[in-house]
């Protein structure tokens, strides 16, 4: 070792050790959308943090009627899924997704199976776009195990294995949920929301493995609010099959919180889109601007 090194070494060390020290707190960030839901999501992220769970909510996404409501995000990065990620126990390039078959009746009258088929067929239908051509997207069966995560922070639902797929169907909830997690008027306006975990470090800072400038996609969850076709305010709303408005088409629905699922935001309207955040009746295909959103996405994906 030389002399030189000798004396720069220890200003490394402060250097370093000035770096390191004042770690910021996720709690510090700004984020973008509710501030309320943004608190929220913080205080999840606290505790996943003193959980040891290497994720964090980084995007909730609300399909209303009527009100709309802001998306929300902590950081401007943008997340994407990283193919092969040894993290999330990757199916290789593909994409897998689980429908929970606890939570899938509805109380407007539909068995799991029904509401299962209509997500099924939901999936198909981004399995077939041209521009996810490159990705499969895979079913993986529901073997019973908790299979969701975000339900746990709110008291309905155990903390399950986020892993067992990359996206999961979590279920119909109760309206309580839905006005805990979106705050006044949520279990009477939020159809359903998605939620997305991104990986982060020992510190809870995000990590980017592949060094495509997004953060690492580690999950998927979605919620559909059981509310829609209860007693009260929603009775008139009711989940069904290929069910035109004033009813609430499952199939729709869960073409637009896969869409998230698979890396898009909310946009329009106009145009008119799959990922408008108002639901607008049955809209069981990519229209012109979700498909070209879907490109953009998948462009850079291996294969
Ligand atoms: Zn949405």
């Given at each position: 070792m030389s002399k030189l090194s000798l004396k720069v070494l220890p200003v490394l060390a402060l250097l370093v050790s000035c770096?390191?020290?004042?770690?910021?707190?996720?709690?510090?960030?700004?984020?973008?959308?509710?501030?309320?839901?943004?608190?929220?999501?913080?205080?999840?992220?606290?505790?996943?943090?003193?959980?040891?769970?290497?994720?964090?909510?980084?995007?909730?996404?609300?399909i209303t009627i009527g009100q709309g409501r802001p998306s929300n995000r902590i950081h401007q990065s943008g997340l994407r899924w990283v193919a092969n990620d040894p993290r999330r126990l990757a199916d290789g390039e593909n994409i897998t997704y689980l429908v929970d078959q606890s939570d899938g009746a509805t109380t407007s009258g539909l068995s799991s199976a029904q509401t299962e088929a209509a997500l099924d067929s939901a999936l198909a239908t981004w399995d077939t776009d041209k521009c996810l051509k490159k990705v499969d997207i895979v079913k993986r069966a529901d073997s019973g195990a908790d299979p969701d995560i975000f339900d746990f922070f709110f008291g309905f639902g155990g903390l399950g294995n986020p892993f067992l797929a990359d996206v999961v169907e979590a279920g119909w909830l109760p309206k309580a949920y839905f006005d805990a997690v979106g705050g006044p008027g949520g279990g009477n306006g939020i159809l359903a929301f998605s939620v997305s975990f991104i990986f982060v470090d020992g510190s809870g800072n995000p990590t980017d493995i592949n060094g495509d400038n997004y953060l690492d996609t580690a999950l998927n969850e979605v919620y559909y609010n059981d509310n829609f076709g209860s007693p009260g305010p929603r009775l008139g709303n009711p989940w069904g099959i290929n069910i035109g408005l004033p009813g609430i088409d499952v199939e729709t629905v869960g073409l637009h919180e896969n869409g998230h699922s698979l890396g898009l935001g909310h946009f329009g309207p106009p145009p008119n889109a799959v990922m408008n955040p108002i639901y607008a009746g049955i809209r069981q295909a990519p229209l012109a601007t979700d498909a070209a959103g879907m490109c953009a996405v998948w462009a850079s994906w291996p294969k």
């Open positions: 770096i390191v020290l004042p770690l910021p707190k996720a709690t510090a960030q700004q984020g973008e959308g509710d501030p309320a839901v943004l608190a929220r999501m913080q205080q999840i992220n606290d505790s996943l943090r003193s959980m040891g769970l290497n994720v964090a909510v980084e995007e909730i996404h609300f």
